[in-house]
């Protein structure tokens, strides 16, 4: 089964799709009655992204670089609204602090390729376009040189593959390549109240999923079962996504087990992941058992959500990145489950937007002050190897007074809903 990072790549322009489930009959009262929300979404705009595309060349000044370099990926979505994969044939978008944009794509690709540039922002940038035995890099190369930057600074987003950014150098050996991070972080860790809106809409339906699923589920189920529940239910929402159930020992591992596992009576099981509404994603984690906890799993639980809420309360605008990872940990550490890294063995959240996992982290060495507008995972956790694990997670959002959850923490883990 792919994963939900690989989901979030391969799967990011099916997202805008209609989903409905072929018919309702079949399906547990409470995904059933579950409804669309797809009318809710208001769909990113040209004018948004040619505000981004304003801020990004601020930035490129700011940073000296005279060229962004966008391969297939989340960010030339960002600033462009081209949806692009990534594979072994160049597709790029080349955007100059000055001057007209262009792009270097595969000759057969161009009718696709125009049909998105048209309706973004974009439209009037060149496309130089390459047969299949010709190189992408040298035709690049001349692109730069069209452009006036075949000497300067070209800033290359993070995750562009490396043949990609070796190869160019190779073509173009006069041009300085610098990460272009700067520019793409600082563009997209600040979100707008579009963006905060899209992702309000996520993290809703992904509650409203995991909410009904929960209620459609017995013991005796496997994990795999419950999957095909979130699938079903997100069908009924109109959203692409997906979630892990892990259960009892597997818990205790952050990211799960590929063994079969069966959900039973009183077994901790964390369900974990999210969807994707216009781009933007959505990350949640709930606890539960079925019928009634252990005492012990109800402890874990409680000191857990006192983790959350120290991590939430501990994020403002100006506090750096690792204190908001102090906070929780201490709270961990000092029921019992430290020291440090033991049982609570990873960051207590991740930045979120348009990538599941994106700047900033909030983990200790990261002094980036916080800002308004930045969004993250809040997510604490204990791993009892051999036992079970407890993970609560929910989204946040900086405001200029602190941070708000886009979704209301877990009141107990046998009422993971209230």
């Not at 000759?107 to 696709?112: L, N």
């Not at 109109?238 to 205790?252: D, L, M, Q, T, Y």
Request: proline share 6%; hydrophobic share 40%; charged share 20%.
């Amino acid at each position: 089964m792919p994963t939900r990072r690989h989901f979030l790549q391969s799967a990011a322009a099916l997202s805008a799709l209609p989903l409905a489930a072929e018919s309702t009959a079949n399906l547990p009262p409470s995904i059933a009655a579950l409804k669309s929300m797809r009318a809710q979404v208001r769909p990113i705009t040209t004018s948004e992204r040619e505000q981004r595309l304003e801020r990004a060349r601020q930035l490129m000044r700011e940073n000296k670089i005279e060229a962004l370099f966008l391969a297939g990926g989340t960010s030339m979505n960002y600033f462009t609204g081209v949806r692009w994969g990534n594979s072994e044939r160049l597709f790029a978008t080349v955007v100059p602090v000055s001057g007209k944009s262009f792009c270097i794509c595969p000759s057969f690709e161009e009718g696709r390729a125009r049909e998105q540039l048209n309706s973004g922002p974009l439209e009037s940038a060149d496309v130089l376009t390459w047969h299949e035995d010709e190189s992408p890099y040298r035709l690049l190369a001349v692109g730069l040189q069209n452009a006036k930057i075949s000497t300067g600074t070209l800033g290359i987003e993070e995750r562009t593959p490396f043949v990609f950014a070796d190869s160019l150098a190779q073509a173009s050996p006069g041009v300085k390549i610098v990460s272009a991070t700067p520019v793409t972080a600082g563009c997209r860790r600040i979100k707008s109240e579009h963006e905060l809106e899209l992702m309000k809409i996520a993290n809703s339906a992904t509650l409203s999923v995991y909410e009904a699923v929960f209620h459609a589920l017995t013991p005796g189920m496997t994990a795999q079962q419950a999957s095909s529940f979130i699938t079903d239910a997100y069908a009924q929402v109109g959203f692409r996504g997906e979630a892990s159930f892990e259960v009892g020992a597997a818990s205790a591992l952050p990211h799960g087990s590929v063994a079969p596992q069966v959900i039973r009576e009183g077994t901790p099981v964390i369900v974990d992941d999210g969807c994707t509404v216009d781009g933007y994603q959505s990350d949640i984690s709930r606890t539960f058992v079925l019928g009634k906890a252990s005492d012990r799993a109800k402890h874990v639980f409680d000191i857990i959500h006192q983790a959350q809420r120290a991590a939430l309360d501990a994020a403002r605008p100006g506090v750096p990145c690792q204190a908001v990872d102090a906070a929780a940990r201490k709270v961990i550490a000092d029921a019992g489950f430290g020291p440090d890294y033991k049982f609570f063995s990873h960051r207590v959240g991740h930045g979120i937007g348009m990538d599941g996992h994106e700047w900033p982290y909030l983990v200790r060495g990261n002094n980036l002050p916080l800002a308004a507008g930045m969004t993250f995972s809040d997510e604490p956790g204990i791993y009892i190897p051999g036992e079970f694990g407890v993970r609560l997670e929910d989204d946040m959002y900086i405001t200029p007074d602190g941070a708000k959850l886009f979704t209301p923490q877990s009141p107990s883990i046998e009422q993971p809903f209230g």
